[in-house]
Nanobody, 122 residues
């Protein structure tokens, strides 16, 4: 009964900021690495960010590095991603996903949320 529920999406102007949240349940959240993955309209899935179980290791796609920050609050079973300096090309459905591996996102993800839509437009 693993559940991942994203929230925080919406319409923002270019250059604006947004914080996404993912509420996790059905597993011991603090023992697992997590990622954010996105899908722009008409395009494939793009991995965006990764955080290990303790929060001490993070990785980012080149397209968002320096603008997005992934974090987690294990006491609240919640994953976050702060998105700053948003660009129209960031427009996508953003998915919270549970990673299979402990060291990085390259092992894949075994559970996904339903996604939250972020639209960056003036």
């Amino acid at each position: 009964q693993v559940q991942l529920v994203e929230s925080g999406g919406g319409l923002v102007q270019p250059g604006g900021s947004l914080r996404l949240s993912c509420a996790a349940s059905g597993f011991t959240f603090s023992n697992y690495a997590m990622s954010w993955v996105r899908q722009a309209p008409g395009k494939g899935l793009e991995w965006v960010s990764f955080i290990n179980s303790g929060g001490g290791t993070t990785y980012y796609a080149d397209s968002v590095k320096g603008r997005f920050t992934i974090s987690r609050d294990n006491a609240k079973n919640t994953l976050y991603m702060q998105m700053n300096s948003l660009k129209p090309e960031d427009t996508a459905v953003y998915y919270c996903a549970k990673d299979v591996g402990v060291a990085g996102p390259w092992y894949g993800m075994d559970y996904w949320g339903k996604g939250t839509l972020v639209t960056v437009s003036s």
